[in-house]
């Protein structure tokens, strides 16, 4: 009997080890991670520029197009909310969460933390 279960519950272990980490990305939903981290990194770049040239970080994004910092592409603002986060002279992260207009839609988040230049979240880390 003890023989039994343990060869069921290596049967199960070996189940699970097969079934995680299987589920593979969509490449459309890549395609859209990809192009929303590229402007993620356009928005940490045109703040550090910002802040270089006037000492100090804008108070919205709103800022950063009307001085010419940054230009986003239309679908990208439609589909993404982008928000950004400071501290100490530096970018800290800039975050994304998808809005109802995303075809994978609304609430999917990406973090970009800027120290250590690291990404998780949607379509990265988590896989809906």
Not at 30 to 37: L, P, T, W
Not at 60 to 74: E, Q, S, V
Not at 84 to 102: H, I
Request: overall charge negative; hydrophobic content about 40%.
């Amino acid at each position: 009997m003890r023989r039994f279960r343990f060869v069921v519950t290596l049967f199960l272990l070996a189940l699970l080890m097969g079934c995680a980490g299987t589920r593979k990305p969509d490449p459309e939903m890549q395609r859209r991670v990809e192009y929303v981290k590229g402007a993620m990194t356009a928005v940490a770049n045109a703040l550090q520029f910002y802040y270089n040239d006037h000492g100090f970080f804008p108070k919205g994004m709103a800022t950063l197009r009307d001085a010419d910092y940054l230009a986003l592409a239309p679908d990208v603002e439609r589909e993404w909310d982008l928000k950004y986060y400071t501290g100490g002279g530096q970018v800290m992260m800039v975050e994304a969460v998808s809005r109802s207009t995303m075809p994978d839609g609304e609430g999917h988040k990406i973090i970009y933390r800027l120290p250590d230049e690291s990404w998780e979240g949607y379509g990265i880390t988590e896989f809906p």
